[in-house]
């Protein structure tokens, strides 16, 4: 299965998620986004909640697949400070790297159609 099958496979699960019956329909507000609910993990909702918004900006544009280069391009920050960031959420969010950030920021934030 290539790369593009696979996101589209994805992409294709979000949208029958989101029309279950008694799934949760309403969007949760992270920053200046609003979420579908069922795209947020219960463990890490209250945390998410609580990050400021610069690391939510930073996750976001990680989510869309943006580089530490990227970001921090985009947001006129350094690099170092963007790692910062990106360790801070990881902190918070009790994850184990930004490996497991970037996953999680694609599920929050990468378009599902």
């Known amino acids: 299965m290539t790369e593009d099958e696979r996101l589209a496979a994805i992409a294709a699960l979000l949208r029958q998620a989101d029309g279950v019956p008694g799934a949760p329909r309403d969007g949760v507000t992270l920053g200046d986004e609003i ?3 069922a795209r947020i993990p219960q463990r890490h909702r209250e945390a998410l909640l609580r990050l400021t918004p610069m690391e939510l ?3 976001r544009f990680l989510g ?3 580089s530490n280069t990227d970001i921090a391009t985009l947001l006129l920050i350094s690099e170092n400070t963007v790692r ?3 360790a801070n959420v990881c902190r918070k ?3 184990d790297g930004t490996r497991e950030l970037a996953a999680l920021a ?3 934030f990468y378009p599902a159609d």
Do not use: K, Q, S, Y
Request: hydrophobic letters at 60%.
């Open 35 to 37: 979420v579908a609910a």
């Open 64 to 66: 869309w697949g943006r």
């Open 84 to 86: 910062v960031h990106l």
């Open 93 to 95: 969010l009790e994850l």
């Open 57 to 59: 900006t930073t996750i």
């Open 106 to 108: 694609g599920l929050l």
